[in-house]
């Protein structure tokens, strides 16, 4: 005779099998849903790497835009990448930094800042070709700066403060209450307190951010194609006020030619943008793990 | 006597200084809050620059055949200003790049939160991210060069530019959007909960399934609506993937326009001010713009009416 069969609590009896067999399912699927998106990033570095790799040369970064695939480079496209990167960064940051302080430290909690902030988090979802077009009407047409690399610093200015400036509100929240509460009882006033005290610990959160925001406004094209920025030019910008290219545009202009010769330009031009933006995210990756070593 | 001057003098010194110590500040103050109200600026210049061209626009366009009409040729001979076609083209690529990036985040998001190791989550999770960080332009290389002729292997009658390579290559884009905010969304749940349905015997699939993903709901849906929202407003990837034929069709292997690229077509060409084409760019700009704003502000709504509080 053998032991009658547990029906409490069960592991064996076929309903909990299937619970089981229904657990690990699920779990393959979600292990699997998240291969996706690491198996398309692999293929499409693969994929760009393969086209890019065997174009690029010293050549290439060093020549011009050319009719002739074979003596095409991303000279102009490089440095207006540059140009147009320090420019975006002087513009953005000092202000973006300026309207998180004001808006961590100053503002006083009534329906004005309520509205900015509410604002700033809407600014952030604009689609950026609607930048372009404020662009397009502010700076080209209205301020008559014509189709400049500072229209278009400018442009990508007003896309990435919003980006910025959440980033930096975040890094001034993190700084304890205490430093300023202690900073205060010594009799410093609010700016002594910000500029002495909240800042400097801020800053490494703050360049963090603004270098993650920097990195997307050298990525963009969109707004950039509305501000007139065009994807041949033979010179590379002396001032402000000229004429650029930049690597997306650059880039866009070749992908958009039918003949392979453009497309292996294009791959290759790709590459380089690539390892621009890893450059930029590894600095903002060091800063951050410095900053959270010493914290 | 000359103590009392001395004190008086200090007194006064101390005031003079205490005053420019004041009007600092409130040089101070006053600059940061007008680096604070330029974002409220932008706001403003953007609804006003799309405005004032659109009320020209429909000075010339009847608002009905804007709205109604099924053919965007502004630029033929014979013109035609019907929207429609370009939202068509906006939706469909949207729709399917939200058939593939939301059940895909929703399941990566639950998978790092309910089933990877802190490890694992740590390596797993910064390179999504750089799926949201490759600019777009590399997505429409990738989507032409690799997606579509992929798609005509299986698919020969495909058209170069298509809908179907634009749709997957910008729901491979959004996926880190998806997945990240459900997945904040999803470790604000309390383990108190995961506790209580464990120590009830349910498995780990009931307890993700039934327990945290409700108790989530919010913010995977308010992930839902910003990342289809971004996928309407992506311009790059579509340009270049999906064409510029504005096509009232439900074909996912036709050529299409989206209303991003109209307007990318229409600034590359010479659009001189003043000409209704010139003004098209800011109807559509302003229709792409409201879509986008009202999705975002819905995102913000679902999440503050529907949020689960436990504290």
């Known amino acids: 005779m053998s032991a009658p069969e547990p029906t409490f609590m069960s592991t064996s009896s076929p309903r909990s099998i299937r619970r089981r067999r229904m657990g690990t399912v699920f779990a393959v699927l979600c292990g699997a849903a998240t291969m996706v998106g690491v198996v398309s990033l692999a293929v499409l570095l693969v994929d760009v790497a393969l086209d890019g790799l065997p174009r690029l040369d010293i050549d290439f970064l060093t020549s011009f835009a050319s009719r002739l695939p074979e003596r095409s480079g991303i000279k102009a496209a490089l440095v207006g990448s540059v140009w147009l990167l320090v420019l975006t960064a002087l513009i953005s940051f000092p202000m973006s930094v300026a309207a998180a302080i004001y808006l961590e430290e100053y503002a006083p909690r009534n329906w004005i800042t309520r509205i900015i902030q509410t604002n700033i988090a809407n600014l952030a979802g604009v689609p950026s070709i609607v930048y372009g077009i404020l662009g397009l009407a502010l700076f080209v047409r209205f301020l008559g700066f014509d189709r400049s690399v500072l229209s278009g610093a400018l442009t990508l200015s007003l896309l990435v403060m919003p980006v910025i400036i959440m980033a930096a509100q975040e890094a001034i929240k993190a700084v304890p209450g205490t430093i300023r509460e202690a900073a205060y009882g010594l009799g410093a006033t609010r700016w002594q307190v910000v500029s002495t005290q909240v800042?400097?610990?801020?800053?490494?959160?703050?360049?963090?951010?603004?270098?993650?925001?920097?990195?997307r406004a050298v990525g963009e094209t969109a707004p950039l194609i509305m501000v007139g920025a065009v994807g041949f030019i033979a010179f590379t910008p002396s001032g402000p006020m000229d004429r650029f290219t930049v690597l997306p545009l650059q880039i866009y202009n070749w992908v958009s030619r039918p003949q392979d010769e453009f497309r292996a330009l294009a791959a290759a031009g790709i590459v380089v943008l690539l390892v621009l933006l890893l450059t930029m995210n590894a600095i903002a990756i060091v800063l951050r793990n410095r900053y959270q070593t010493r914290s | 006597m000359r103590d009392g001057v001395e004190q008086v003098s200090q007194e006064g010194a101390t005031?003079?200084?205490?005053?420019?110590?004041?009007?600092?500040?409130?040089?101070?103050?006053?600059g940061l809050f007008a680096c604070a109200?330029?974002?409220?600026?932008?706001?403003?210049?953007?609804?006003?620059?799309?405005?004032?061209?659109?009320?020209?626009?429909?000075?010339?366009?009847?608002?009905?055949?804007?709205?109604?009409?099924?053919?965007?040729?502004?630029?033929?001979?014979?013109?035609?200003?019907?929207v429609l076609p370009l939202l068509a083209g906006s939706f469909m690529v949207a729709g399917g790049a939200a058939l593939i990036a939301l059940p895909v985040g929703l399941l990566t998001a639950i998978f790092l939160s309910e089933y990877a190791s802190q490890g694992l989550r740590k390596t797993l999770k910064p390179v999504l991210e750089i799926l949201a960080g490759i600019p777009t332009v590399v997505y429409g290389y990738f989507a032409l060069t690799f997606v579509t002729p992929v798609i005509r292997t299986f698919f020969p009658e495909t058209d170069v530019f298509n809908a179907a390579s634009a749709s997957i290559v910008v729901g491979i884009m959004i996926i880190p959007t998806v997945s990240s905010l459900s997945e904040d969304a999803l470790r604000a749940v309390p383990n108190a909960l995961r506790e209580g349905a464990y120590g009830l015997g349910a498995t780990r699939l009931e307890v993700a399934t039934r327990v945290v993903v409700p108790a989530a709901l919010s913010g995977i849906f308010a992930s839902f609506i910003l990342a289809v929202s971004r996928a309407i407003g992506e311009t790059m990837a579509v340009t270049i993937a999906a064409g510029n034929l504005p096509n009232m069709t439900l074909n996912p292997f036709e050529s299409i326009q989206t209303m991003t690229a109209y307007i990318v077509q229409a600034s590359l060409g010479d659009t001189p001010r003043g000409t209704v084409v010139y003004q098209t760019l800011f109807a559509v700009g302003m229709t792409l713009f409201l879509i986008t704003l009202a999705m975002n502000i819905l995102s913000q709504w679902v999440l503050s009416r529907f949020r689960e509080e436990y504290e």
């Open chain 1, 199 to 215: 800042l400097p610990m801020a800053l490494p959160g703050i360049l963090t951010g603004t270098i993650l925001a920097l990195s």
């Open chain 2, 15 to 30: 005031l003079s200084f205490r005053r420019s110590r004041n009007v600092k500040e409130r040089v101070i103050g006053a």
């Open chain 2, 37 to 82: 109200a330029v974002s409220t600026l932008v706001t403003v210049g953007v609804v006003a620059v799309l405005l004032g061209e659109t009320v020209n626009f429909f000075s010339q366009v009847s608002i009905v055949e804007f709205f109604t009409g099924t053919r965007w040729e502004p630029m033929f001979l014979e013109k035609h200003f019907g």
